[in-house]
């Protein structure tokens, strides 16, 4: 049933545009009303190789929502394929059409036929929203674009992580992630951001397994992928943030890919000495400028909640306060999700609240127990409540408005002290101001 | 127009103003199938992503400072809350001003609600936003898929009347309605006359300044201080109470020829406010129109040629100096054509050579029943015949003109189209508000930003050596409007 929605943290299905946006030479064509390509390309870094006024969209209007819009979608594809270099086509579908109830997938099917890399993903944004909107899309990609191999690459893992640009950080972020795999020795297999693109796409049945690092989204994915090509999956549950969560991150893939053990400890120390070695020389810095044993909410989706309630209590020794799930998390993981984070350093429990609705988040995150002023990561929409309460701010959520991330990421040894840099930032603002 | 008929729904730009989207010819052409009649909508049968009269209606609305939008549809049609709230953030911060952080809240439809409906949810949604935010008015705004399952959103709205003792407002404004998006313009402005200005009580030394920014509000604060008149910025953080008094004013002016017709000509029908019956005030033939026209509104006329003649003497001659190397230099404008056809004009005035001007939408006429000013000014004014098309941002034709015509500069205004341009290695100015060709002091900047951006070219060289356009080399040996008018090609 209809709720409401204050403050939007997510848009719908078809916002998942981006993830096709994202994956190099692979273009949406939207079959949907005029206006959906703009207003789902809000966010940071949308322009690239397509962005939204390039997508081909079929822009209904209301004789086609009186009579159908099927011979439209056919000249946009047929069109689409004349007039825009792209490797794969994406046929995306929006409100109008499925409740009007074209037959989308004929269409498609007819091109896929004559032989055009044509693919269609119903992702109408009354069914759900982006995260599941990006789950729906890759489904979509390996029933219909992938095909079954015997070939095996010893080494090769194809990573799952975050949602693209719905993610301000997934450039960057899955750039470490592929860093890190490579440390261990392994062959990592990403299909987002530079380069990538279809190549990448089609080996991924060649992989040796399918690494899934996060909460709950892309695991309907991995488990397609292991029923569709017999490949295992590591369910990590988080981005690895930070010296502690990033070693326990390389520690699970070595036993889980059965590494040397004596090669991965060393990946580990060599990282460690390195991270330490800031540390240490930051230590004054963080104990002697009162942002060291901090309170912190957290309002993300299910990924970055955990992974920073992870790195500020297990590595920076913060405290949590309560903690914001705002990405609509099915129920079915909820209880899981809520385990994830009683697993914290000396006995320390978060309370999660799934909420979607940013006012009821505001009022509890003000009413918390944070005595002195806490450490607020959100989005946009906390700025001005973490002013009023005068918390430390650091954007990672969209909406973004107040920093730019062309590749930035918070994600591994580095990503950590990233991270740490922001809070260190933030406090020596306060200070001048 | 007919103020007088009350209706919720108001008429789609193409229906009411014979609006058209699709066109390829020149400026001479285009006029003369104006006015012989045989002007009419082709159609494409290509297009790309544009955008919808939902994003016109509800960024105009929720900008009004105490009311508070609900949309009611599922949730991607408030992904641009955020960009809305940060916009009137900006003005508010600087005016000192506090507003609540909600100005636009969605619904959430989801699947069960397009088959059940979902007017009792839309119900309860609202009496919940009230209580919290306690809005001074509120709109309830529609959605492609509230408007395709048939939801009942005026009799949402009686029975909401009944329970609030606030105006609340209907807001047709399915995305689908309408290919011209400015229709959303119109929207909000029948809802506004409508629902909140009420029958004038007396006059007020008040003008009524339709934008969508207030980037300007300096300069223009300034002159009408000289004047003794008091501007009231229209909708952007603009209080219910404000929009009451609209009918006292004396009269209305409007910062794009788009934005202001149907508000400035329902004040004037129903209520005889002047809407100011001249070009728009940008560029320095344009500025000095509107202020003698305002000038003779007012009965100023002696305090505006002072003016004039004190800011001539200040910019006249800077202008002078920086049009010099922008001579002969060779543009493509491509935005809608309310600062569109003012482009046109000042380009001219700095005596640019415009290669293309491709407009999103072009409206025969405007809400008086004339074509609009800026079009009638760039015939009767004998202007050199350009080529020109009515683009609807089609994102394909402009790299295509531009391709061919390798400007010195293009200018544009919606986001997104910058990249049509720089990623070819084409100066782009971007006309990120609605005052940048306002009055001298901006017409200067402009002409400085223009020639800067033709001076240094690095950023769009480097970019386009190191960067592929989206489209297949097939595309740039067609016509531009290869698509237009056909059902197939």
């Known amino acids: 049933m209809a709720r409401i929605t204050e403050q939007p943290r997510f848009k719908c299905a078809l916002g998942a545009m981006q993830t096709v946006q994202s994956i190099d030479r692979v273009v949406p064509i939207l079959h949907s009303s005029p206006g959906c390509s703009q207003k789902l390309g809000e966010g940071i870094g949308t322009s690239g190789y397509y962005s939204s006024h390039i997508f081909p969209n079929s822009n209904l209007g209301e004789s086609d929502v009186v009579f159908g819009g099927e011979k439209k979608l056919q000249s946009t594809i047929r069109n689409a394929l004349r007039v825009i270099d792209a490797d794969l086509y994406v046929v995306l579908t929006g409100c109008a059409p499925e409740i009007v109830g074209d037959d989308v997938e004929e269409i498609v099917n007819k091109f896929r036929e004559e032989g055009y890399p044509v693919v269609v993903a119903p992702t109408p944004g009354f069914k759900g929203n982006n995260y599941l909107g990006h789950e729906w899309i890759l489904d979509s990609l390996i029933k219909q674009y992938l095909t079954k191999t015997d070939i095996k690459t010893k080494g090769l893992v194809n990573i799952w992580a975050d949602v693209p640009i719905q993610d301000p950080f997934w450039a960057g972020n899955y750039r470490e992630l592929e860093n890190l795999i490579s440390q261990l020795g392994l062959i990592p297999n990403t299909i987002f951001g530079v380069g990538r693109g279809i190549d990448n796409l089609k080996k991924i049945p060649q992989a040796e397994f399918n690494l899934l690092v996060s909460p709950w989204i892309g695991l309907g994915n991995v488990k397609l992928l292991e029923e569709k090509f017999g490949t295992p999956y590591l369910h990590y549950k988080h981005l690895p943030i930070g010296a502690v969560e990033t070693s326990k991150f390389l520690l699970k893939i070595g036993e889980f890919a059965k590494l040397n053990k004596e090669l991965v400890e060393k990946v580990v120390r060599d990282n460690e000495k390195e991270y330490y070695y800031y540390l240490e020389r930051f230590a004054n810095s963080i104990a002697e400028n009162r942002i060291s044993t901090k309170r912190f909410a957290i309002v993300g989706d299910a990924q970055y909640t955990l992974a920073i309630t992870k790195f500020l209590t297990n590595d920076l020794g913060y405290i949590p306060l309560k903690q914001y799930i705002t990405d609509d998390t099915p129920l079915k993981h909820r209880e899981q999700i809520k385990k994830y984070f009683k697993d914290l350093n000396d006995g320390i429990e978060a309370e999660v609240i799934f909420e979607t609705d940013g006012y009821v988040i505001q009022e509890s995150i003000k009413n918390d127990d944070h005595y002195d002023y806490p450490v607020i990561i959100g989005s946009f929409w906390e700025k001005s409540l973490a002013d009023s309460i005068k918390g430390l701010f650091i954007s990672v959520a969209w909406p973004i408005r107040d920093r730019a991330v062309i590749n930035g990421t918070f994600v591994g040894y580095t990503g950590g002290l990233s991270l740490l840099e922001d809070i260190l930032t933030q406090q020596y603002d306060k200070q001048l101001s | ?489």
């Open chain 2, 1 to 489: 127009m007919d103020v007088n008929v009350k209706n919720s729904v108001l008429g789609t730009r193409e229906k009411r103003l014979g609006t058209i989207i699709t066109y390829n010819g020149t400026f001479n052409d285009l006029v003369d199938k104006t006015n012989d009649g045989s002007i009419k909508e082709a159609g494409r049968c290509f297009s790309q992503g544009s955008a919808c009269p939902s994003l016109c209606a509800i960024s105009g609305m929720s900008s009004i400072r105490d009311l508070l939008v609900i949309n009611h549809g599922p949730t991607g049609c408030v992904s641009n809350a955020g960009t809305l709230a940060d916009g009137t953030r900006l003005i508010t911060n600087s005016l000192a001003v506090k507003t609540s952080s909600s100005s636009l809240i969605g619904t959430d439809m989801n699947e069960n609600d397009t088959v059940f409906g979902a007017c009792e949810a839309l119900k309860e949604i609202v009496l919940t936003a009230y209580k919290r935010h306690k809005p001074s008015a509120i709109a309830i705004a529609s959605s492609c898929v509230s408007g395709i399952i048939g939801e009942d959103l005026d009799s949402v709205i009686d029975d909401l009347r009944e329970e609030l003792p606030i105006p609340i407002l209907p807001l047709h404004c399915e995305g689908f309605k309408s290919q011209v998006w400015a229709s959303g313009f119109d929207i909000v402005d029948n809802a506004v006359f409508n629902e909140l200005v009420k029958p004038p009580k007396e006059k007020r030394n008040v003008i009524n300044v339709k934008n969508f920014s207030q980037f300007g509000r300096k300069v223009i604060d300034e002159l009408f201080t000289k004047l003794d008149i008091k501007p009231l910025y229209i909708y952007r953080n603009v209080t219910i109470e404000e929009l009451a008094h609209l009918s006292e004013s004396l009269a209305t002016v409007s910062m794009c020829e788009t934005l202001g017709s149907y508000i400035g000509n329902a004040l004037e029908e129903k209520y005889g406010v002047p809407y100011i019956n001249s070009i728009t005030p940008n560029g320095i033939v344009g500025f000095e129109a509107w202020l003698r026209e305002i000038g003779k509104v007012v009965n100023k006329q002696s305090e505006i040629e002072e003016y004039i003649e004190e800011q001539r003497a200040i910019y006249i001659p800077k202008i002078e100096e920086v049009k010099k190397k922008l001579k002969g230099k060779k543009v493509i404008i491509g935005m809608g054509p309310g600062l569109g056809w003012d482009a046109v004009r000042l380009v001219q005035e700095f005596g640019m050579e415009i290669q293309w001007t491709a407009l999103w939408h072009y409206d025969k006429q405007h809400d008086d029943g004339k074509a609009p000013q800026a079009v009638r000014y760039l015939s009767e004014s004998n202007t050199k015949n350009f080529n020109m098309s009515i683009s609807h941002i089609q994102g394909h034709e402009l790299s295509n003109i531009l391709n061919k015509y390798n400007p010195d500069i293009f200018i544009t205004r919606h986001p997104g189209a910058s990249t049509f341009a720089v990623k070819q290695g084409i100066p782009t100015y971007f006309m990120a508000n609605e005052y940048i060709m306002f009055g001298y002091k901006h017409t200067l900047q402009f002409a400085n930003s223009l020639v800067d951006r033709i001076t240094n070219r690095s950023f769009v060289r480097n970019l386009s050596k190191n960067t592929k356009l989206p489209y297949k080399e097939w595309w740039f040996e067609q016509e531009n409007d290869l698509f237009q008018g056909k059902k197939e090609i």
